[in-house]
């Protein structure tokens, strides 16, 4: 949270601001209140993608008990911060309206009356500054303030794993849980491939990993609802360690973190990275090819069974599920497969492979659920 | 530790319910009391390879003289535990019975009447859910308990560079010692080449790096033995930085640690991180070639002066030695090159490079020891 | 700071005794009081480079107003430290004599009575023992101490990116700022290439990367100065975050580490990590190819947007700058992108595309320095 004076006007005004000045949009724009078709290069029909995301609080429960406050993304009004956001998608030609809309700040409090403002930074998509979501060179210099809203608009140019998150206060504001997934298919919008050239996949999940300091975020609600200092994020010093916004063994609720696949299958995950600290992610059962990292093939894939991701990198990773069973999939560094320093917890999932007929080798209701 | 109330029965039966479980053995055992040869496709003589390993305890004694304590495997049933345990090694298409005998557990104490029971996990050898020493995933739904022993059996698939650990509360029991290197060779066991493919060497050292939170282990040791809470390892911060168990100058007595070859020839050295922190290993003298990963040999080797290493990654690499002299060989985060703080300590070793008649240009009786 | 009681003698000696020990200079050196061209193998001139560094103290001011104690090298005996040091920039080829002249040490003090002394290591050009820097293997079994000079003397074989930093102490002397960039151009100085064989590029900016922890800085000063301990370095907690000795926003006044360009060019950029933690060096609005490592050329080039650097790996990256705009490029481990946990500061500059009638979308005078 900082203090910050300029106050914005409406976002109308925004965005024919923003349209005049990047100058850099090649093609016509035929509508934006829904999606439209156009005609591609290629001959599949790219389109025109529209989403709004709004920033709304809530509070994380761990399967600890610790409550987490924490903001981000959502795209229902009504309902409370995602964390992480949701995951958006599109495909490789599409043309993507991003609209931030900021109708209720959760920073603007009478500690902070001005609120912070908010931002989308397209992490990877390589947007030009007025797109970029970087309130220092915005075309507006400043990020998007409560009772205005602004749309990124671009082309997805590449087909990948990106992310997106605010760039507003970024150290508080990503660490607090604004950021989330944005993944672009292959032209046509092809769910086997995660690029042209790579390999088959029958099934894809897509994981992002963070990491919080509860103590940070109860010093940043204090000092947005009570006044006092910020959290000197230096001194960050993770207790929880979350896959899509779970704790083990909450992951293991939630189906877009708990890997379910038959036995012959080929899988694609891709790893986000949004955390501040480096993640080593290792699978029991299996080796994995790297085929992809920073939205971006490789020549040269190669095989590993523990992976480093450095906060903002992206890996996609290939397994060929070549025996069932239940096998863990987790963070290396030990100390983060804890809940707030009790093991078994944090980043950790399981890759669950099952005969053809269902069956495993491993039943579920065997899972040894305490480590 | 944790608190755990299941108690279970003899190894017998665990070993027989293991075997109906997984199904997944698709070859004749002839034996287990003793090194079998069995004909393997390639013409050479695979063979059966068995191992014990049991779980004692024992206290670390520093160059600065703190004293550590710590649990691990040893081979030996009378001795102290090893730290690291030993290195295990067997040649590709060897038949592996690795049994984890716990007749004897650190952890059962009056505080933890149950003990914590432990496991074997073959970390990159992609074993099935039965054999991968996951306490969650393992048929008996438990890890192995004091007065039980398991076989972890299984043919060692791919030639490369592996380790084994506990993976009962593993963040506690990985710190506290747990894990040693586990190396298959090539088939027919040959001792100049990592991989089919990879170039030759002469000689061979495998460092096993870890690091250790000397107040946490205190913690731990007092938790068994005097009650109290476990420590938080989010908490973690190491102190003391190791090579094959040994810290500086302590290194230096090691032979498996200290480096010593002859101008012209070369090295492979196997990496390990076993530690909870990265590592960053920088040679004086010599770039490295680092020819395989996890086990893996990479399609496009490529030179390194410097290598990052994550929790439970490996890396090959090879020296070509093409000058005598006496070089270091070191983690860069600086701070790792101490003991508790003084430099210089930790993880460091030397290469040594003798000229062909034995004489060096840095004389042993001149290397100054204190930095 | 250690205690050392070896008082050397006068450099002239050293430099005798060690020309006489290394015995691995391999052609004749024509002079040595200044720039001397020899004839190359290659036919392209062969020069003889001169050095001198000096060790000074100082005091780096950071944005915030928090003044940190460090010392280093300096080419100007009349000036401070500069942190970095000078950047050394010599061709492929080239003999180099890199003094370092020890007549007045900055950590010989009441305290300190001898002084630690200090040497060069030259970080990756691998140097046989006797020129390497380590006052371990030297031949003198010491450092470089108050009244000594010793110059290190090497042919530069291979061109790349490398860096020099002091091996005395090395934990303290080069968290104190004892480092600085060691660049090698192609043979004949070529200043549009890195390496043979890699893409022509416009412009070359050098980023010496750095991370200070200002609390055990002043422990040093006051351990020098008044008596007291040495800090524990494994308690090292980075509270400032440089580029080339300077925190955003004093950045954006470095010519040397702000970055401007016009659309269409191609920028190399050398990232060197003389810190002691990793960094992730993120840019917006462009992925970059990675062409080197360690001052080695990777055969098989890849595209990221985020890259993890080791403490005392170096990376050669090329942007294709294909669009006009000003550009974010900092580290994305979030905490270190502030000034002792201050939004915006510490590891972050702009890549600056100007049209080429030199106009910006995103005018200099609008850039939001608040974040």
Partial sequence: ?????????????????????????????????????????????????????????????????????????????????????????????????????NDKDPTKTSFNPDGDGHTIHLHGLDLPSAMDGDPMTSPTQDS?????????????????????????????????????AFIVLPRGGDTHYAYAGTPRFDKSYTLVLSDMDSGAHQQDYTNLHSGGDNPNWTQYRPDYFLMNGHAWPDIMDDPSSFIQATVGQHLLVRLINCGYTVHAIHSHGFHFTVIATDGRKLSDPYQKDTLLLAPGERYDILFDLNQAGRYMFHDHIEQNTTNNGDY???????????NPDGSNPVPMSSLHMNG
Avoid at 82 to 94: A, F, M, Q, S, W
Avoid at 148 to 171: D, R
Avoid at 344 to 354: D, R, S
């Fill in 144 to 180: 998007v303030k409560e009772g205005s809203q602004y749309t990124y608009h671009f082309v997805a140019k590449e087909a990948g794993t990106y992310w997106y998150h605010c760039h507003e206060s970024a150290t508080e504001h990503i660490q607090m849980g604004m950021y989330g």
């Fill in 1 to 101: 949270m900082e203090k910050q004076s300029t106050r914005l006007g409406v976002g109308l005004g925004l965005l024919i601001t923003a349209f005049l000045i990047t100058g850099l949009l090649g093609f016509s724009l035929t509508g934006r209140g829904s999606e439209q078709v156009l005609a591609s290069s290629a001959g599949t029909k790219a389109q025109v993608r529209n989403f709004k995301l709004y920033v709304r609080d809530t509070t994380l429960k761990m399967p600890d008990g610790k409550q987490i406050y924490v903001f981000g993304y959502t795209d229902d009004p009504q309902g409370p911060a995602k964390i992480p956001g949701p995951v958006l998608t599109v495909n490789e030609g599409d043309t993507v309206n991003l609209t931030l809309v």
């Fill in 344 to 354: 078994p917890g944090g980043m950790m999932t399981f890759i669950n492979v099952n």
